[in-house]
């Protein structure tokens, strides 16, 4: 695992997912306004891009289909989606939050 540095704290609001490019994956880094979580930016339902949806708490909601995850754990809360996604720890450096993800 490799920590890559992705965006600047301060950038990604409560409420707010953005994506970047991390260890050759999209990733979602996620500000449910208790922490920052970092997820497959990947619906395993249908390959949605999750960062496109709503993050209500630590819920965020594919724009696809609706299938809603949980960012903390990466659960699927509800169909169309049954498997989880992947998440990834995060951490911040110097004001820049980074993502551990496979080297
Ligand atoms: S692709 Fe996400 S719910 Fe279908």
Do not use: S
Not at 11 to 31: L, T, Y
Not at 49 to 64: A, H, T, V, W, Y
Not at 67 to 90: E, I, N
Request: proline share 8%; net charge negative; hydrophobic share 40%.
């Amino acid at each position: 695992m490799v920590w890559v540095p992705t965006f600047p704290a301060d950038e990604v609001e409560a409420g707010a997912a953005r994506v970047a490019e991390a260890g050759g994956r999209r990733i979602a880094v996620c500000n449910t306004g208790d922490g920052l979580y970092a997820i497959d930016d990947l619906c395993t339902h249908d390959g949605g891009p999750l960062d496109q949806g709503r993050l209500n708490g630590k819920e965020i909601e594919c724009p696809r289909h609706g299938a809603r995850f949980d960012v903390t754990t990466g659960r699927a809360l509800c169909l169309p989606a049954v498997r989880p996604v992947k998440t990834y720890p995060t951490r911040v450096v110097d004001g820049v939050i980074e993502v551990d993800v496979p080297a």
